[in-house]
């Protein structure tokens, strides 16, 4: 673990896994440590990993101020993260929550960039959330699952708002459940700080028509990922997202749920590889 301090005097930790050229890895959640991300499926292999625990996650402190948990005001410790490790410009990772902070970087920091890669990011900082049709679909693709029968009912309930989260539909997130996934999930509510997740997703954090007009003029290439299984984001809305950049490029990979680094780690790892130059 290293640390920095961010501009208002926040400890913040990043860990480091692998060698090479950085590449910068936000975490989702939103508001989970980055520990979940484990080292990306080998990607560590390819990439010096920097996976940074955002603020009152992990290893990094609880700041003073907890509506700086707000995605907007967190790019402002992507940039003191970009500052401490004295790249001019850097590639990026992002993973489903933290893909909206990846955008709003992007959009405020569009030359210190060099490669973005969005990694089963729901696109909230667009205004393009998942909807539960489009996680319907995604879950009916499971039917012939042994779970299914169990799990359909309570998953319907939640998506209509009429029943609460319940783990026995947990395994519609994953593209395979197994002992895997289920030690993934097990370390979940410890990792997660669910204060600062309800406070991330704020709507004044985001200004929709400004960031899409931004991003339209951002210069680095993006590769944008998603599951098949997967049902927040689709492919689609994944297809979505990635037009709304001059310069991406979609990826869907086979039988992937929102986690496809534990799905098809060698798939995962190469394609996000090949990407970024380093096959």
């Known amino acids: 673990m290293q640390t920095f301090t ?4 926040t400890r913040l930790a990043f860990h480091v896994r692998g060698e090479g050229d950085p590449l910068v890895v936000l975490p989702g ?3 989970r440590a980055s520990s979940y991300l484990g080292d990306l499926g080998g990607l560590a292999a390819h990439r010096r990993l920097v996976l940074l625990d955002l603020r009152g996650t992990g290893d ?4 003073k101020d907890r509506a700086t948990y707000r995605c907007d005001r967190l790019v402002a410790d992507v940039e003191a993260l970009r500052e401490h490790l004295g790249l001019a410009s850097m590639d990026l990772l992002a993973h489903s929550a933290g893909g909206s902070l990846a955008l709003l970087y992007a959009a405020r920091h569009p030359e210190r960039e060099s490669r973005l890669v969005l990694v ?19 879950a009916l693709l499971r039917m012939d699952e042994p779970w299914f029968d169990e799990a359909i009912g309570p998953f319907r309930a939640w998506l209509a708002g009429t029943g609460e989260f319940d783990p026995v539909f947990v395994p519609f ?14 370390l979940a509510d410890k990792e997660s700080n669910d204060e600062a997740g309800g406070v991330f997703l704020s709507p ?11 991003l339209a003029r951002c210069p680095a290439p993006v590769l944008v990922l998603a599951g098949e299984r997967d049902g927040g984001p689709g492919p689609e809305l994944a297809s979505r997202c990635a037009d709304v950049f ?13 986690y496809p680094w534990l799905d098809d780690p060698r798939w995962f790892a190469h394609r996000v590889a090949a990407f970024l130059g380093q096959n």
């Open 6 to 9: 961010a501009h208002d005097g």
């Open 204 to 214: 004044d954090a985001f200004d929709p028509p400004a960031t899409r007009a931004a």
């Open 246 to 258: 001059p310069h991406a490029e979609l990826a869907v990979q086979p039988g992937a749920g929102h």
């Open 60 to 63: 990094s402190a609880v700041p």
């Open 29 to 31: 959640g939103p508001m």
């Open 120 to 138: 089963a990011a729901t696109p909230w900082a667009l205004d393009m959330p998942a909807t539960p049709e489009d996680r319907l679909r995604a």
């Open 173 to 186: 997130f994953f593209g395979r459940w197994d002992d895997t996934a289920r030690a993934h999930d097990a």
